[in-house]
Structure formats: C-alpha cells, structure tokens
C-alpha cells in the first residue's frame, strides 16, 4: 500500500490523495510531485508530518466511534431543525398546546415577551442579553437582575400551565 506521500526512485517528492471516481472506487491520485532539494526540505518534512499526523487522529477516531450513535443518526431521515424550528402558521393554531402557549404570551408584558424573543427565539444568553441592553439603555444591569427577569417568567408560566416549577441545581464552584 502506498503511503499518502513518498519519495521516488528519483529523489522527487510525490504528494498524492485518495479520490472516489465516477465508478464508485477509491483511487490514488497525484497531486504534485516536487523536487527533494535543500530549499524545500522543511516544507516537505512539514508536509509529512502532517500526513502522519491526519492518518493518527482518523485511526483513533474510528477505534472510538460509536457505533450505536450512528446507528441511530442514520436512521434519521431528516433534518431535526426543519421540524423544530418550523414556524407557526395560522392553519397549525388549531392544535390545543399552540393556542395556549400563544395565550400564555398574551398575558405578558412587552419587556417579557422581548426577553422571552430573545432568549428562545433568537437563542441568546441572558449574559448577551444582558449586554445589550445596557448598551441600549446606558443602565448598569447585573446578572441576578436578568436571571430574576426570566425566573419570573418562568414562575409565571408554571403558574399558568398549572404546572410544579422544577427546582434549580446550584453547583459550588471549585
């Protein structure tokens, strides 16, 4: 088997790649053939080391690939953001859950419903939230207080739904 670069009987530098033909089979091909002289030799050595290197970490990534996580990734058709992030169209409002998200936003304020855009709509952090809208006041705006914003969002929304508001994990740094 030939490796991924090698030198010729001829002292040339022959760089090649694997290529999928048109036939479905994987060929060798040559991608440049350069002389072996002093000027290029770190360049060459570079180059081999690099190869060496990709060859390394794709052995290791098929000794430690999951097979059963594959398995499942192949059996998924679709593309999960196509149906996730899908937006609601008027004839979809019949469903029972979607009208009642949508009237649970109704009853909150226009600072609420902002925050509740941005957070999960345009999938920010509350820290980059938090950013911005200081730029755009000029207020100084601590973290607690925006955590506190979407705490009462959320304490809200239990409340609505009739639902226990899951307890948050705090985890001691350190």
Same mark, same amino acid.
């Given at each position: 088997?030939?490796?991924d670069?090698?030198?010729?009987?001829?002292?040339?530098?022959?760089?090649?790649?694997?290529? $999928?033909?048109?036939?479905?089979?994987?060929?060798?091909? *040559?991608?440049?053939?350069?002389?072996?002289?002093?000027?290029?030799?770190?360049?060459?050595?570079?180059l081999?080391?690099?190869?060496?290197?990709? !060859?390394?970490?794709?052995?290791?990534?098929?000794?430690?690939?999951?097979?059963?996580? $594959? !398995?499942?990734?192949? !059996?998924?058709?679709?593309?999960?953001?196509?149906?996730?992030?899908?937006?609601?169209?008027?004839?979809?409002?019949?469903?029972?859950?979607?009208?009642?998200? $949508? !009237?649970?936003?109704?009853?909150?304020?226009?600072?609420?419903?902002? $925050?509740?855009?941005?957070?999960?709509?345009?999938?920010?952090?509350?820290?980059?939230?938090?950013?911005?809208?200081?730029?755009?006041?000029?207020?100084k *705006?601590?973290?607690?207080?925006?955590?506190?914003?979407?705490?009462?969002? *959320?304490?809200?929304?239990?409340?609505?739904?009739g639902?226990?508001?899951?307890?948050?994990?705090?985890?001691?740094?350190?």
């Amino acid at each position: 088997m030939k490796k991924d670069s090698y030198l010729d009987e001829s002292g040339n530098y022959v760089y090649t790649r694997m290529v $999928l033909n048109q036939n479905g089979k994987w060929e060798r091909q *040559i991608i440049d053939i350069v002389p072996f002289t002093a000027e290029n030799k770190e360049c060459i050595i570079v180059l081999t080391e690099n190869d060496h290197d990709v !060859a390394l970490s794709e052995r290791y990534d098929t000794e430690n690939e999951d097979y059963e996580f $594959l !398995a499942k990734k192949k !059996a998924d058709y679709g593309d999960p953001f196509d149906t996730i992030a899908a937006p609601v169209s008027k004839e979809e409002t019949g469903n029972s859950m979607v009208e009642q998200i $949508l !009237a649970f936003i109704e009853t909150l304020t226009p600072s609420q419903k902002d $925050l509740v855009y941005e957070h999960l709509g345009a999938r920010k952090q509350l820290e980059e939230i938090r950013r911005e809208e200081e730029e755009r006041t000029g207020k100084k *705006i601590t973290k607690q207080a925006m955590h506190n914003r979407w705490n009462k969002i *959320i304490t809200k929304a239990c409340k609505y739904f009739g639902v226990e508001k899951p307890k948050q994990i705090h985890r001691k740094k350190g």
